[in-house]
């Protein structure tokens, strides 16, 4: 098994591929076989080393609606390494398949063991998602934006200020809007930017009953509130979603508009999936911004042993 002939590894340095292939299962699957169904728990991330797949949604009856058909080199399943989310669509082998599975405790485990090379490879994922993503209509090429804003990012607050502007321009019926990050060291959440909120606000207890909500239920969508009214903002109309990394709560964004029906499904997806890269840049930036600073305490401890 070769992974550098897969277009998604061909980037990677063999180090990082001898890693990787650690956790890389080969799985042969037969034809008219489903792999998965819709709905069902996402924990596996496929890639097609031979054959075709069809991803399809059931539609009423017997119906289906076919989304796509993947063959050598495409993938599948990307989003089930670091969301909890059911799976969006079924997938079926229409003809013999050689898959590649990635399972998402094995690529935990290679977190936890060797975060350079799981970093790595959810980089290689992601670009090659948003290479993919990058043709296709507006909601997309916002995604492909800010995959490029996350990818030239090293600092924290300047990537979420610069995502949060870049989001805004999308959702044309909104009021306000906020995105606030888990600060560890305070256990409160960082208000990195924010529209129209009054009175401004810096910070937000984790305690705070509308947090507590989103945390819990990581997607939100409310188009009928009665002038929903919380602490730090009101609204008739409400979408967010949280950043989420291996269960680990890293905050949110959130959009409010003051006329009912302001926001679609379609606006929560988008938002699901900003959250989504976000979420990863967070954890890639945290381990960037450690990494450095142990090269600075490796520095000073070698200058005082002279």
Same mark, same amino acid.
């Given at each position: 098994?070769?992974?550098?002939?897969?277009?998604?590894?061909?980037?990677?340095?063999?180090?990082?591929?001898?890693?990787?292939?650690?956790?890389?299962?080969?799985?042969?699957?037969?034809?008219?076989?489903?792999? #998965?169904?819709?709905?069902?728990?996402?924990?596996?991330?496929?890639?097609?080393?031979?054959?075709? $797949?069809? $991803?399809?949604?059931?539609?009423?009856?017997?119906?289906? &609606?076919?989304?796509?058909?993947?063959?050598?080199?495409?993938?599948?399943?990307?989003?089930?390494?670091?969301? *909890?989310?059911?799976?969006?669509?079924?997938? &079926? @082998?229409?003809?013999?398949?050689?898959?590649?599975?990635?399972?998402? &405790?094995? !690529?935990?485990?290679?977190?936890?063991?060797?975060?350079?090379?799981?970093?790595?490879?959810?980089?290689?994922?992601?670009?090659?998602?948003?290479?993919?993503?990058?043709?296709?209509?507006?909601?997309?090429?916002?995604?492909?934006?800010?995959?490029?804003?996350?990818?030239?990012?090293? *600092?924290?607050? +300047?990537?979420?200020?610069?995502? #949060?502007?870049?989001?805004?321009?999308?959702?044309?019926?909104?009021?306000?809007?906020?995105?606030?990050?888990?600060?560890?060291?305070?256990?409160?959440?960082?208000?990195?930017?924010?529209?129209?909120?009054?009175?401004?606000?810096?910070?937000?207890?984790?305690?705070?009953?509308?947090? *507590?909500?989103?945390?819990?239920?990581?997607?939100?969508?409310?188009?009928?509130?009665?002038?929903?009214?919380?602490?730090?903002?009101?609204?008739?109309?409400?979408?967010?979603?949280? !950043?989420?990394?291996?269960?680990? #709560?890293?905050?949110?964004?959130? #959009?409010?508009?003051?006329?009912?029906?302001?926001?679609?499904?379609?606006?929560?997806?988008?938002?699901?999936? $900003?959250?989504?890269?976000?979420?990863?840049?967070?954890?890639?930036?945290?381990?960037?911004?450690?990494?450095? @600073?142990?090269?600075?305490?490796?520095?000073?401890?070698?200058? +005082?042993?002279?």
């Amino acid at each position: 098994m070769n992974l550098k002939q897969i277009e998604i590894f061909s980037d990677l340095t063999d180090k990082t591929l001898k890693n990787i292939s650690k956790i890389v299962k080969e799985k042969n699957v037969k034809k008219d076989t489903v792999i #998965f169904e819709e709905l069902t728990a996402a924990d596996v991330f496929c890639l097609i080393a031979e054959g075709k $797949v069809e $991803v399809f949604k059931h539609l009423s009856g017997n119906d289906k &609606k076919v989304l796509a058909i993947l063959s050598a080199g495409d993938y599948f399943g990307e989003m089930s390494l670091f969301e *909890n989310k059911p799976r969006m669509a079924s997938v &079926k @082998a229409i003809e013999d398949t050689t898959l590649l599975e990635i399972k998402k &405790k094995d !690529f935990n485990s290679l977190l936890s063991s060797d975060l350079n090379s799981g970093m790595k490879l959810l980089s290689a994922i992601m670009s090659t998602t948003l290479n993919r993503l990058s043709t296709t209509d507006s909601h997309l090429t916002l995604l492909y934006d800010i995959g490029k804003i996350i990818a030239s990012s090293r *600092n924290l607050k +300047q990537m979420t200020m610069d995502t #949060f502007t870049k989001i805004t321009k999308h959702f044309k019926k909104h009021n306000r809007g906020l995105i606030a990050i888990y600060n560890e060291f305070t256990d409160e959440l960082d208000v990195h930017s924010s529209i129209n909120i009054q009175p401004p606000i810096d910070i937000l207890l984790k305690t705070d009953p509308f947090v *507590n909500k989103i945390s819990s239920e990581k997607e939100i969508i409310l188009n009928s509130e009665e002038d929903y009214k919380n602490g730090f903002f009101s609204g008739k109309s409400i979408v967010v979603s949280a !950043f989420y990394f291996e269960e680990k #709560f890293l905050g949110f964004i959130l #959009f409010a508009g003051d006329q009912n029906n302001s926001f679609n499904i379609n606006d929560l997806i988008l938002l699901s999936s $900003v959250a989504s890269l976000i979420s990863v840049s967070i954890k890639n930036i945290s381990f960037i911004s450690e990494e450095e @600073a142990r090269k600075r305490l490796e520095e000073t401890r070698y200058k +005082q042993s002279f």
